[in-house]
């Protein structure tokens, strides 16, 4: 079992549309959540960093994670395509090393 | 929020020159900084961890000796690919994360391309 899965997509929904992006960790261990967003050829940007379970909001995007289900996920509202880009979900803590999501490409189509 | 450049932002290199690439903290004290090798349409494949003033601690299929990593300051680490073959042609992006800290801030990138 992978430590984290991220489904890669691609995932491609209209402008103005909500969308869930999500992973699944195997590392109970695990307690700060990132969200990265990547466009072609740049590095990633970091858009939400949680702690431990709960939910976080900033602008358009939501985050949440379930510790108990090992599930974490974002959600943007009002989709525009300047959001289209590869969102990478990201997991730390408990004395373990940063583990990256494969990253989800997400096409917001005008 | 935090800053982190790269420089070169890309480079194209005759196969068996050494390339260095630059990684700053600009606004922040990174005392751990990471090196990350990204292949099109791929994920983030981290290389190796430096920490300042430390010997780099590299991860497992990636060689010390190709991939020659400096961490002299709390704001400045390079990654030196020694006699670079097309084969080390790909996208390098460092991160930097300040003591404490859980998160990593990544620079942009830099693209090398061997010939």
């Known amino acids: 079992q992978k430590e984290v899965e991220q489904d890669p997509g691609p995932l491609s929904v209209p402008e103005g549309a909500i969308v869930s992006l999500n992973c699944t960790y195997s590392n109970s261990a695990f307690q700060y959540f990132m969200w990265y967003r990547q466009y072609s050829r740049k590095g990633p940007e970091l858009l939400m960093y949680t702690y431990s379970s709960g939910n976080k909001e900033d602008g358009r995007f939501t985050a949440q994670v379930d510790k108990s289900s090992k599930y974490i996920s974002l959600f943007i509202r009002d989709s525009q395509p300047s959001d289209s880009a590869t969102y990478l979900c990201?997991?730390?803590?408990?004395?373990?090393?940063?583990?990256f999501g494969a990253g989800t490409r997400l096409f917001v189509k005008a | 929020g935090a800053v982190v450049s790269q420089h070169p932002s890309w480079v194209i290199c005759k196969s068996g020159t050494s390339v260095k690439i630059e990684c700053r903290s600009l606004d922040f004290q990174a005392t751990t900084m990471f090196w990350y090798r990204q292949f099109p349409k791929q994920s983030l494949m981290l290389m190796a961890t430096s920490n300042e003033g430390s010997k780099a601690t590299y991860e497992q299929g990636v060689e010390k000796d190709k991939f020659l990593i400096n961490h002299a300051s709390l704001t400045l680490s390079t990654l030196t690919v020694t006699s670079a073959h097309p084969e080390d042609s790909s996208f390098y992006i460092c991160s930097a994360r300040n003591q404490g800290g859980e998160t990593q801030y990544f620079g942009p990138g830099t693209r090398l391309l061997v010939l």
């Open positions: 990201a997991m730390s803590g408990g004395g373990f090393k940063t583990i």
